[in-house]
């Protein structure tokens, strides 16, 4: 038996089999090889390989997401058909004895850099599907096992780190639990864990070399425990708290159609977060009134290259239809610090926290801003959507936006493309933020309070650093005076005002944030019926 504490994510228990997500480096060398029709054969067999496994994911993605959708998969078997693709492989081996995962890796890069180089959006955003397909069949030349986690037994997913690419491919409903040696409260995991009302520990210290697919374990996000290969007693107790858990989840579901209001009559905008358009499901599911942040970011995490304009219309489109008139705010790029995409080549930095992130990255790269924006925009004409800006520090910041909003106004109008200004607001997460809002909330619509970064600069306490947890605290009376500093300065200038920040779903504080005069709560999907509950049952 082996007992290990982490950091716990999200409060639920959850027993079964355990599922070891490893990753293997593949060394990729310049060794030259002797039998040139033998390598080359060895890469027409893999191409093969590749096609059938593409062919298994086109036909699950066409039940899942429809034709549309999954027809990005036919884009990447016809991709491997490509004459220029092969032939540029099997020139290398032929001329140079190159090895074959040595060609198809290079072979990969160069075409990936001439889609990068493209003007069409569509044609750019091509290099990551090249990328794609070919390091599926380095790994298929490597001899590494496609790992189908699409057809995966209920799991607790046990893992180094996982990536937002790497969950994407995992068939949600089986993921019992995850369980991680690094990631924050705040990575993405965590993030699905809450969405996904299932248990999460990070920072927990395994040896993955210890562990193996099929051992049983139970995870307790309560205790921030981990057991593998518990007790038959363990497991049994274990299974009881479970069902337990579920009891206390089907008990809330009468709080689904009620208003959040309180007796008072003060009534609360019960909102949620989400991080992918898939993610609606459970905004729905657990009946949240609207969307009050939606992180962009991450459509442009774990992929090679950033997403086109098209791109980004449709899933604003798609999310803000799905939402059908209910509100849809959406957070424009927060990247940087945690969050990082190699294709946009950030220096590395002594202080990422403090450093080039969120709008200092979309006011000095006008291009991203604007493509998103004009995205957003486009979106606006489908549905109830609002654009939130992250990370500002100052009435300037705010004025350069308002610049840049204009110039694709101007751009959209002359263009005759159908578009539409969204209510748009600013994110209170930096202590200069807290003491300008009085001056800030003239000039926007609404604030969503970032308690996350917020806590973060205010108590000096990086929220990536596990040593700190000892010195942080949630409740600091400097953050809960900052929040009645913001809801006070909004108010004086009859602007709205919530908090997207964790702390929104902090059931110790609800009562004491509608004391406090808070308008709107964004929160994790799963504990929209909880913080509903306790609103109805407060003053
Ligand atoms: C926050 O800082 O509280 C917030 C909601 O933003 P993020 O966690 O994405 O930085
Ligand atoms: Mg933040």
Known sequence: MIRLKGKSVYQSIAVGPILVWKKQEIQITDTKITDVDAEIARVKEAIEQAKAQIGKLYHKAVVEVGEESAAIFEVHQMMLEDDDYLDSIFNMIREEQTNAVYAVETTGNQFSAIFAAMDDDYMRARAADVKDISNRVVRILAGQEDMDLSNMEPSIIVADDLSPSETVQMDKSKILAFVTVHGSTNSHTAILARMMNIPALVTVPMDLSELHT???????????????????????????????EKDKLRGLSCMKGLDTVSKSGKKINLYANIGNVDDVSYVLENDAEGIGLFRSEFLYLGRDSLPSEEEQFEAYKKVVSAMDGKKVIIRTLDIGADKKADYLHLDKEENPALGYRAIRICLTQKDIFKTQLRALFRAAKYGNLAVMYPMIISTDEVLKIKQVVTEVETELKEEGTEYMIPEQGIMIETPAAVMMSNELAEMVDFFSIGTNDLTQYTLAIDRQNEKLDTFYNAHHPAVLRMIQMVIDSAHAHGIWVGICGELGADTELTEQFLTMGIDELSVAPSAILKIRKLIRDSE
Not at 221 to 231: A, D, L, M, Q
Request: net charge negative; charged share 30%; glycine share 10%.
């Open 214 to 244: 099929g051992m049983n374990a139970i995870v307790d996000g309560i205790s921030g425990e981990v057991v593998f290969e518990p007790t038959e007693e363990e497991q049994n107790a274990a299974k009881i708290r479970v069902e337990e």
